[in-house]
């Protein structure tokens, strides 16, 4: 078993990762079955080489294919770091108060700077289509955001991450 493993393991590992698409997890968790698999019929290996790798690329591609069979039966498995994702009490207060912050510093823009932010970043527009609305170079268009973001930053004035 140690020469089996010491001969055949990384092969293996690159050819499970590449099944589990780079899930290193998963792929190590098909490698022990394999592994396993070969351990349990021990006696029943093939004796030559090529052969021997030929029969554990095959177990492992059948481990791996019953396993994604296995995944997609059961429900979706939630982690830890999903728990994040799940609706509870959202407080939205600092939104609110984003909102309006920038809100009230837009006012004190320019009103061409005022234009071009809001086409840009509220209404998602790209430079190429504000500079054609606007009738202005795209150039312009660029100029004008980067000095409107600028005048808004000083606007906020300091914030806890900046």
Avoid: C, N
Avoid at 94 to 102: K, L, S
Avoid at 104 to 131: D, I, M, Q, W
């Amino acid at each position: 078993m140690y020469a089996l493993h010491r001969e055949h393991v990384e092969p293996l590992y690159r050819f499970l990762l590449r099944l589990t698409l780079g899930d290193r997890y998963l792929a190590e968790d098909l490698l022990q079955e394999t592994l396993m698999q070969a351990w349990r019929h021990l006696d029943r290996l093939p004796s030559e080489r090529e052969a021997l790798r030929r029969w554990l690329f095959i177990v492992a591609r059948r481990i791996a294919i019953d396993a994604a069979r296995a995944r997609r039966a059961r429900p979706t498995e939630v982690g830890v770091s999903d728990l994040a994702q799940v609706a509870g009490t959202v407080d939205s207060t600092d939104a609110v108060v984003a909102g309006q912050t920038v809100r009230r510093a837009l006012r004190k823009l320019t009103r061409a700077h005022r234009e071009v932010l809001v086409e840009l970043y509220f209404l998602g527009k790209s430079t190429e289509e504000v500079a054609v609305r606007l009738g202005i170079p795209e150039g312009t268009v660029k100029s004008r955001a980067h000095y409107a973001l600028r005048s808004l930053r000083a606007a906020i004035g300091p914030t806890d991450t900046s």
